[in-house]
């Protein structure tokens, strides 16, 4: 049982530069999160996703989109990388509240 | 004022201490309470859930939640090197689809061998 599976685990991006990051859930739950977390800030949640083929703008949404074309699968893209956006990102799934994480990527905008 | 208060520490403890980690909030809505633990460099991973008031125990881990002071507590006994991380609280409201969670900032506890 894999869980929430991202991919990439690191990156490194020009200003400038846009990227897909993926996330992958094999425990049909319907709701999905992208959140980063930088130091002194906490988790801070981007866009969530209550079910397919919707989305929704959380906290800090500026910067990026997201898509969930499949239940399993949430998308989150960032369509010119600023340095601002350096941070580790989750993406993470939900059932009934609790809620279960990936392993994090790493991005780093230079 | 936030919605979910969390002292950031940092906690350092003796192996074998009972450690205290607490966070308040200030949305009578909340239903849904979360611990959860997170390793450097892992991610955030599910340590203790309870829906409404109580307690719940499990293993050397008890998660109470105070609904009248707005107070969640986790206590862990006979502390472990092994327990060292950071522990962030997370919360959220019984209001239908929209299962946001909110959360602490984390307090990183360090249990000294």
């Known amino acids: 049982n894999a869980g929430v599976t991202q991919t990439p685990k690191f990156r490194v991006l020009k200003t400038g530069q846009s990227m897909t990051l993926l996330c992958a859930q094999d425990?049909?739950?319907?709701?999905m999160y992208w959140y980063r977390q930088d130091p002194g800030m906490g988790l801070r949640l981007i866009h969530y996703?209550?079910?397919?083929?919707?989305?929704a703008k959380g906290e800090v949404p500026d910067g990026y989109n997201v898509s969930r074309l499949k239940k399993q699968n949430f998308l989150l893209g960032l369509e010119s990388a600023a340095p601002s956006q350096t941070s580790v990102y989750f993406c993470?799934?939900?059932?009934?509240?609790?809620?279960?994480f990936g392993q994090g990527t790493r991005l780093t905008v230079v | 004022q936030k919605e979910v208060e969390q002292d950031p520490g940092p906690l350092s403890v003796p192996e074998g201490a009972i450690v205290s980690l607490n966070c308040t909030y200030s949305?009578?809505?909340?239903?849904?309470f979360m611990w959860y633990r997170q390793y450097s460099r892992k991610g955030p991973e599910l340590l203790m859930y309870?829906?409404s008031s109580g307690n719940k125990e499990d293993g050397r881990f008890t998660a109470q939640v105070d609904k009248s002071s707005k107070y969640i507590s986790l206590f862990i006994r006979d502390s472990q090197p092994s327990d060292s991380a950071t522990y962030l609280c997370?919360?959220?409201?019984?209001?239908?689809?929209?299962?946001?969670?909110?959360w602490g900032l984390g307090t990183s506890l360090a249990v000294n061998p």
């Open positions: 993470a799934s939900s059932r009934a509240g609790e809620a279960f």
């Open positions: 425990m049909n739950h319907e709701y």
């Open positions: 996703s209550v079910g397919e083929g919707t989305t």
């Open positions: 949305n009578s809505a909340f239903q849904y």
């Open positions: 309870t829906y």
């Open positions: 997370a919360m959220s409201a019984n209001a239908g689809n929209n299962r946001k969670l909110i």
